[in-house]
């Protein structure tokens, strides 16, 4: 259920990524089965923005570990910060629900796509 990454770009810091790049990822083949994380790195409540991946996996559960997208669907920004249940951008403002990726608060109205991961004792792996 992976859906193309849209959404929150350059804030001017240099830490939002243009439209051209925010998208360009290797090819599933080349990052599947890779071992980003482990369980024990992602707090129960909140989450950790895998930049290299451009992914964030969260756990507002204990033992439920959910994977979206780490770019805004608002402009293209890589997502700043994860705290309070939601996943933050800090170029305008947007953050999402660790729960689920949907838009808890805006200018992005578009929930953050679904990443694929697998969860095999202590490992978290992409698919």
């Given at each position: ?17 243009s ?10 083949s ?16 909140r989450?950790?923005?895998?930049k290299?991946e ?11 570990f ?6 805004c ?23 999402f ?31």
């Amino acid at each position: 259920m992976t859906a193309p990454a849209v959404g929150c770009g350059g804030g001017g810091n240099g830490e939002g990524s243009s439209p051209d790049t925010a998208t360009d990822t290797a090819p599933p083949s080349a990052s599947a089965g890779r071992e980003p994380a482990s369980t024990g790195d992602i707090p129960g409540g909140r989450g950790v923005i895998l930049k290299e991946e451009k992914i964030v996996v969260t756990q507002p559960e204990r033992g439920g570990f959910n994977a979206f997208s780490a770019i805004c669907t608002h402009q293209h920004c890589l997502l700043a910060d994860v705290s309070d249940g939601t996943v933050d951008c800090a170029c305008h403002g947007s953050r999402f629900r660790v729960t689920d990726g949907s838009v808890d608060r805006g200018p992005a109205t578009s929930p953050l796509p679904a990443e694929q991961i697998t969860v095999e004792g202590n490992s978290i792996r992409l698919a």
